[in-house]
């Protein structure tokens, strides 16, 4: 159905900025029935409650009216959301909040009194403030992500996703009761979110170069597998998500640790323990081992953010603090609703190339910013009204915060923006000692808006929604940068060759220009920049040559700010142009290749050889040519103890000026000439080449391998 049919109309058309949209008085009047009002009654509610410049944007009016009904649930999953009507109205609603007037394009609709989704698309900014105030549906640190997924190459979600990406969840969730009830009915204290079992795509376990095939099962607490027996029937072993240590990575996986299949996933709890090597066979290409190795560092990574922001289970001061008890859970509920999410975006094929960018605690761990979000997402599981008076008896500061930042940070307890406490107790994460953190705190008062609850704000954001939006202009920062530099990886030597010399060209023209100086070509310029020199010499002026330079190179750089930001210098300017290779086949890239390699042999033999010479010469390997070179640097020293540095240098420049003049010439040459033939006749350093003994060389590795895992264990041992 593309078209929905406006009834009753009880508030008015006219707003104080103008005329109310179609899809705005839709979504308005459906909403306040829902909450039992007419339209017209819920205007007067809101114009009570906010001052005039908040009521005069009807986005915020869409806004009250429809975070006042979604306030009322907040279970993991909306129970609305299963009626086609509800899914349409949150469609109209995220159109209404893009576009709350009626513009000269609407004024048809508005005339008819009919609502057309054909070819209206939702969004971001108005996906990313609705879509996360309904349960289960996104969370707001992820939510721009999720819109990428689904939007895909066009500018917005058009309707039909939209419904498909709820019917997939839905089906998600269902499929996971059925599992509860079917599979593991002995496992009631663990939620079961996902298992891999299929005959077209199986799950494989690596153990002894053997592969074993299998039902892999994922729930909120550890990862069950069952394998294929031919006779009788095996029990699931179990690998324990909660602990500590635990680490997750992707790997290739094949017969004899040939690593032939990229299709692996490794699941280790710390050094020496058993690891789990398992992969995941995908025939379809849908990114099927990217989409598990995202789940299981989810669930890992959700126990982490549990250990280091959360109270411990049986801190007495939960009992202090109203609906705390409940924080685990809620946390949980977050991890199992994003890995559902995911699990729809892979049956609809809608997948980013990370799909750890999709589920919030995994995407938080090494985005920037993210320490704060997390503070925020603490304070949201585990804050609640006090019931009773708090003491500080079992406080412990955090690690790595310094006394001047606790007083001024946890003096008191953190508050949300509904009045829910979270306990400075409950602060042992270093990160609330860090600056970020402090100065997010220090701004986390409301402007002039309705606070539903600490999850849903009328005209302002939540402090998660503040948090992840920082967040997400960090993280987008950081993309850019790293596109560029994906941009400037040239493939194939010569066209990295061609960039390194364009990006020298600077260096190489000022070369070239002080090679002219000192051959004299043009010796007026010559002559001037000696006496430029000198005068900086004699004159005691060489500190100042440096402090100068960085003003001159300072001054340069804001210049070409300021013209570039006046446009003055074209938009090409700043780019580094070069032109691409002529095509070549296989065989003349192979010939490329290793002439390039017996190039790099060459240099890497020459500098070898250069080096060897030089150990010969420093441990007296030729006798009479390190005396000499001793003697040589004797003199230099008494030379410069004895007279100025000043004087030295100006010997030097003066030396160097006159090498290509004609009465120096053939002196420079023969004294050239006398280098070179004594440097030819030093030998190189003797090099013994012993031969490859197999065991010796795997118990060096062996050793190595030790001493890392030692130092990893230390490392570990000392964040802790």
């Known amino acids: 159905m593309e078209e929905i049919f406006l009834g009753d109309q009880t508030i008015p058309s006219s707003m104080p900025n103008g005329n109310l949209s179609l899809v705005a008085i839709v979504s308005i009047e459906q ?47 909306h129970p609305c959301l299963k009626e086609p009507a509800f899914q349409r109205l949150i469609f109209i609603t995220m159109l209404a909040w893009e576009n709350p007037y009626c513009d000269k394009n609407d004024l048809h609709a508005c005339a008819s009194r ?32 999720l819109f990428k997924a689904l939007s895909g190459d066009e500018q917005g979600i058009s309707l039909r996703v939209w419904l498909t990406y709820i019917d997939e969840l839905l089906k998600v969730h269902e499929g996971r009761r059925s599992y509860q009830i079917h599979e593991y009915p002995q496992l009631s204290e663990e939620r079961i979110l996902c298992i891999g079992s299929s005959r077209k795509r199986p799950v494989l376990k690596w153990e002894n170069n053997m592969a074993w095939p299998g039902k892999l099962t994922l729930t909120d607490k550890a990862l069950y597998f069952e394998a294929v027996q031919f006779q009788g029937q095996k029990d699931a072993i179990r690998l324990d998500l909660t602990g500590h240590g635990l680490q997750v990575k992707k790997v290739k ?52 953010f549990l250990s280091e922001y959360g109270p411990d289970d049986d801190d007495q001061s939960l009992f202090q603090v109203f609906g705390s008890h409940k924080g685990k859970e809620k946390a949980t509920t977050g991890a199992v609703n994003g890995i559902a999410r995911l699990q729809a975006l892979q049956f609809m094929r809608k997948l980013l190339d990370d799909p750890i960018k999709l589920v919030q605690f995994s995407f938080l761990k090494n985005a920037p910013h993210g320490d704060v979000v997390f503070q925020t997402l603490a304070v949201n599981y585990w804050g609640g009204p006090l019931v009773s008076e708090v003491t500080d008896a079992g406080y412990q500061r955090a690690q790595g915060m310094s006394p001047s930042e606790e007083v001024f940070e946890i003096s008191d307890h953190v508050f949300d923006i509904g009045g829910s406490v979270y306990l400075r107790k409950w602060m042992r994460s270093p990160s609330w000692g860090s600056s970020a953190s402090i100065s997010f705190w220090k701004h986390t008062s409301i402007r002039q808006a309705v606070v539903l609850n600490k999850n849903l704000v009328v005209a302002d954001e939540s402090l998660v929604e503040r948090a992840a939006a920082i967040c997400k202009q960090k993280y987008q920062a950081v993309e850019k940068t790293r596109a560029t530099i994906d941009a400037a990886k040239l493939q194939g030597i010569p066209s990295n060759i061609d960039l390194f ?31 430029f020199v000198y005068t900086i010499i004699f004159r005691n002026l060489l500190p100042y040559v440096f402090p100068m330079a960085l ?93 100025p540095f000043k004087y030295v240098l100006a010997f030097l420049l003066c030396d160097l000026f006159t090498q290509e003049l004609e009465f120096r010439r053939e002196m420079v040459k023969r004294f050239l000439s006398f280098l070179k033939e004594r440097w030819l006749t030093v030998p190189a350093a003797p090099v013994i080449v012993l031969p490859f003994e197999y065991g010796e060389s795997k118990s060096v590795n062996q050793r190595s391998q030790t001493d890392k895992k030692a130092i990893r264990k230390k490392a570990e041992q000392s964040k802790a």
């Open 253 to 304: 996986v094949g017969p004899f640790n040939s690593g032939v299949f990229d299709s692996g996933v490794a699941i280790s709890s710390g050094p020496g323990s058993q690891t789990w090597v398992l992969e995941f066979v995908d025939l379809g290409g849908e990114l099927r081992r990217d989409v598990w190795h995202a789940f299981i560092s989810e669930i890992i990574t959700l126990h982490k």
């Open 551 to 643: 003003i001159v190179l300072a001054t340069g750089m804001l210049t070409l700010k300021g013209l570039k930001e006046q446009g003055r210098l074209g938009r090409s300017f700043g780019k580094v142009t070069i032109r691409d290779q002529p095509p070549s086949n296989t065989i003349q890239k192979i010939i490329a290749v290793k002439d390039a390699m017996r190039d790099v042999e060459h240099y890497l033999q020459n500098l070898n050889v250069t080096l060897l010479k030089l150990r010969t010469i420093l441990l007296a390997g030729q006798p009479q040519i390190t005396t000499e070179v001793a003697l040589v640097l004797l003199s230099s020293a008494t030379i410069l103890l004895i007279f």
């Open 501 to 531: 010399k364009e990006l020298i060209l600077p260096l190489t023209i000022t070369a070239r220009n002080f090679e002219k100086l000192r051959r004299w070509e043009e010796p007026h310029l010559t002559l001037s920049f000696l006496a």
């Open 31 to 77: 909403f306040s029935r829902m909450n039992g009002l007419t339209g017209q009654k819920m205007q007067k509610i809101f114009k009570a409650l906010v001052p005039k410049p908040v009521y005069d944007d009807a986005r915020n009016l869409v806004e009250y009216c429809c975070f006042r009904f979604l306030s009322r649930d907040a279970i993991d999953l």
């Open 114 to 145: 009919k609502v057309s989704f054909q070819g209206k698309l939702v969004g971001e900014e108005a996906f990313s403030r609705i879509a996360p105030a309904i349960s289960g549906v996104a969370d707001r640190p992820t939510v721009h992500n």
